[in-house]
C-alpha cells in the first residue's frame, strides 16, 4: 500500500478546514464600516440674528472698542463673506454682552439639547442606546463636561463611553469622527453621538490688538449632531459609509504653530489671536494632508501625472508639479467656513471651480463661522439642493488651532430626499448668493 495515500486522503478535510477558519476570521476581525446614519444642524430663531449694521451698531454703543478698533471690525465684517442672517446666542444681543458661565452654559443648551433631540426624534433614537459620546467645543470646557450634560438632560446609560475634547480649535469635528473610529474598532454593534459647536459668549475680545478682533466678526452660534454605528443592521437606513480620515498635525514648526493662538494682550485681555500667515499655514499642511490622502482616492492616470511632473521639475524641465485634478476622485467637496481666506486659498490651491466651493460660500455667509460644525452645514446645503447623489464622494476639508489639517471622505450610500427638513430648508431657494469684497485677513 501506499505510505503517502493517508496524507492524500486528509487533504480535503484539511483544505475544507483552512476554508471555515479563513471565512471565520474574515468575518469575525475585518475592518467594520462605519455609517453616519444621520446628522442634524442648529438653526437660530430669526430673533437671534446679527445683521451686519446691527452688528456694527451694537459694538459701538456697547462702549467697549475706542474708534480705531471699531474702524477694523467693520472693515473686516464688510469684507467677511458673512450676511445678515448669521446669528449670536441672545446673551450677546444684551448691551454690554454678558461673557458669564451662566451665559455660555446657556448658549450650549440651547444649540446642543435642540439638535440632539431633533436626530432622536427623527430616527426614534432611545438615548439609553447610545453607547459612546464625544463632544469638541474648543474654548469653553465646564465642569461637569458637556458630555456630562448630555447624558443627564438626556438620561443616558451609566456605562456610556463618554469623551469632551477641548482646545482642538475648528478642525475638531473630525478628530471626534476620528476618535469614534477607533473605539469602533474595539467596541462592536455600538451606536455613537458626536456633538459640535463652540460657544460664543464666553469669548469676545475686548481690547485693541488687530490679530484678535478679527475672531470677534467671524465667529457665529451654531452646532451639529452626527450619529454613527458599525452594526450591519443600521447600513440599510444609513446616508454615508466613511471611506478614509486623513490627520495633519504641523505644530512642530513655529509659524503654525502660532496662527491661531489664545493668548493674552499688554491690557489683560484674553483673545484669540489670527496670523497673517495663516491662510499659506492651512495650505501647507493640507498639501501634506494630501500627499498621504492622494494615493487612496485618486485614479492611477492622475497619480501618474504628478509622479511625471514632480520627476521634471527635480530635473529643471518645470516650474510647478502637477495638481491633480481632485474632481476625479470627489462629487462634492465641503472646506471649512472658516473665513474667505480659507476658501479661497483651499479653492485655489486644488484649482476648483466656483461651483466646487458653493456650499462653503454659502455656508460662510448665511451662518458665519461656527467653527467644527460648519462642515455639516454645508454637507446639509448640498442635501437641500439636492445635489447629493447615490453612489456620489465628498471630501470635508477641516481646519484648526495647532495647526491641524484633518479631513474625511465619505460616499453616499442612500437615496438623499432634499425635501426632508434641514438647518437650510426654509432659505435654500435663497442661495447662492453672489457677494463680493477681498479677505478679512488682508487687513
Not at 476570521?25 to 464600516?33: A, E, L, Q, T, V
Not at 453612489?391 to 484648526?400: C, H, K, L, T, Y
Request: with cysteine; glycine share 6%.
Amino acid at each position: 500500500m501506499d505510505s503517502s495515500s493517508p496524507f492524500i486522503n486528509i487533504l480535503p478535510q484539511v483544505a475544507s478546514a483552512c476554508v471555515i477558519i479563513a471565512v471565520f476570521s474574515y468575518y469575525f476581525f475585518r475592518p467594520k464600516c462605519i455609517y453616519l446614519i444621520d446628522f442634524s444642524c442648529y438653526q437660530p430663531p430669526d430673533f437671534l440674528r446679527a445683521p451686519v449694521s446691527n452688528f456694527i451698531e451694537h459694538l459701538t454703543i456697547s462702549g467697549v472698542f475706542d474708534k480705531e478698533s471699531l474702524d477694523l471690525q467693520q472693515k473686516i465684517l464688510e469684507r467677511s463673506g458673512i450676511g445678515d442672517d448669521a446669528s449670536v446666542p441672545v446673551t450677546v444681543h444684551e448691551i454690554p454682552p454678558n461673557s458669564s458661565l451662566s451665559a455660555a452654559r446657556e448658549e450650549t443648551h440651547e444649540i446642543l439639547f435642540n439638535v440632539v433631540e431633533d436626530l432622536f426624534l427623527k430616527h426614534k433614537i432611545d438615548p439609553k442606546s447610545i453607547d459612546i459620546l464625544v463632544s469638541n467645543c474648543s474654548l469653553f470646557c465646564p465642569s461637569p463636561s458637556i458630555t456630562s450634560i448630555i447624558i443627564n438632560r438626556f438620561g443616558m446609560r451609566s456605562n456610556i463611553k463618554s469623551f469632551s475634547l477641548s482646545g482642538m480649535g475648528c478642525s475638531a469635528g473630525l478628530l471626534s469622527i476620528n476618535l469614534v473610529k477607533d473605539l469602533m474598532k474595539i467596541h462592536g454593534d455600538s451606536l455613537a453621538l458626536v456633538l459640535s459647536m463652540e460657544a460664543v459668549s464666553p469669548n469676545g475680545y475686548r481690547g485693541k490688538c488687530k490679530s484678535m478682533l478679527i475672531a470677534n466678526t467671524i465667529f457665529r452660534m451654531g452646532g451639529a449632531a452626527i450619529l454613527l454605528s458599525n452594526r450591519e443592521q443600521d447600513k440599510r437606513k444609513a446616508k454615508y459609509k466613511l471611506q478614509h480620515l486623513v490627520r495633519t498635525h504641523v505644530g512642530s514648526d513655529n509659524e503654525s504653530y502660532e496662527s491661531v493662538m489664545q493668548q493674552i494682550d499688554e491690557e489683560g485681555n484674553v483673545g484669540v489671536a489670527l496670523s497673517k500667515q495663516l491662510v499659506k499655514v492651512a495650505s501647507k499642511a493640507l498639501k501634506i494632508n494630501v500627499v498621504e490622502l492622494g494615493p487612496r482616492v485618486l485614479p492611477y492616470s492622475e497619480q501618474l501625472k504628478y509622479i511625471i511632473s514632480f520627476i521634471k521639475r527635480k530635473w529643471g524641465m518645470q516650474k510647478e508639479v502637477y495638481t491633480p485634478n481632485f474632481k476625479k476622485a470627489f462629487e462634492h467637496f465641503c472646506i471649512h467656513a472658516g473665513g474667505r481666506a480659507i476658501i479661497e486659498g483651499v479653492e485655489k490651491h486644488l484649482k476648483l471651480d466656483k461651483e466646487d466651493v458653493e456650499a462653503s460660500r454659502s455656508t460662510l455667509y448665511r451662518y458665519g463661522n461656527t467653527s467644527s460644525s460648519s462642515l455639516w452645514y454645508e454637507l446639509q446645503y448640498l442635501e437641500a439642493k439636492g445635489r447629493m447623489k447615490k453612489g456620489d464622494r465628498v471630501w470635508q476639508i477641516g481646519f484648526g488651532s495647532g495647526f491641524k489639517a484633518n479631513t474625511a471622505v465619505w460616499k453616499c450610500i442612500s437615496e438623499i430626499d432634499s425635501k426632508d427638513r434641514n438647518a437650510w430648508s426654509d432659505r435654500i431657494h435663497l442661495y447662492p448668493v453672489c457677494g463680493d469684497g477681498s479677505s478679512a485677513l488682508e487687513t
